[in-house]
């Protein structure tokens, strides 16, 4: 990973209700080519789960997932076509390693980012949130889309970078070098952990 966390230009900051929001770290996703190990990115996910439900803060699962018939797939014409028909169920099933569902909220999503035609933001904004911890795969993609709607919608963001990875390294590179740190504070699942339990 860039070692843009490494010396961070202020100390990070948690809200005092922040919200932990993961992206798409389900099967179909976590099964894929990632330029780091997806099971490192979703054990440090699962730390920082369990440590903002040790807080009784809000978990937020974010998948992706389309109708059987693909009928709300994304339309559009782009160089480089997306999906055609819709994966199997089981493509958009969390890992047992995020444990039991429990209090998580559950958002699905049918495009890149997680705002676009959800009720994230309603379910985030009932519950006082006004920071999103924000991790996931992949960071260009749906991390960066979500993060962009989050900071137009004037939520604080905290970008966890060891938490997040990409299909493409130079697409992650660009994420955290040139979009995140315009809109959002980078920091590690550690120093997370470590706000959280001040």
Known sequence: MSDSTATPSAPLTLDERPALVLIDLQQGILGLPTVHPSDGVLKNAVALADAFRAKG??????????????????????????????????????????????????????????????????????????????????????????????????????????ATTDTDAAAHEHSFTKIFPRIAELGSTEQVIELLGR
Request: aromatic share 6%; proline share 8%; glycine share 10%.
């Open 57 to 162: 803060l809000p978990v937020v699962r974010v998948r992706v997932a389309w109708s059987p018939d693909g009928g709300d797939l994304p339309v559009g014409r782009s160089a480089a076509p997306g999906l055609t028909q819709a994966p199997p169920a089981a493509f958009a099933e969390f890992p047992e390693d995020l444990g039991p569902l429990g209090d998580d909220i559950v958002i699905t999503k049918r495009h890149w980012g997680a705002f676009t035609g959800t009720e994230l933001d309603l379910q985030l904004r009932r519950r006082g949130v006004t920071q999103i911890v924000l991790c996931g795969i992949s960071s260009s993609i749906g991390v960066e889309s979500t993060a962009r709607s989050a900071f137009e919608l004037s939520y604080h963001l905290l970008l966890v970078e060891d």
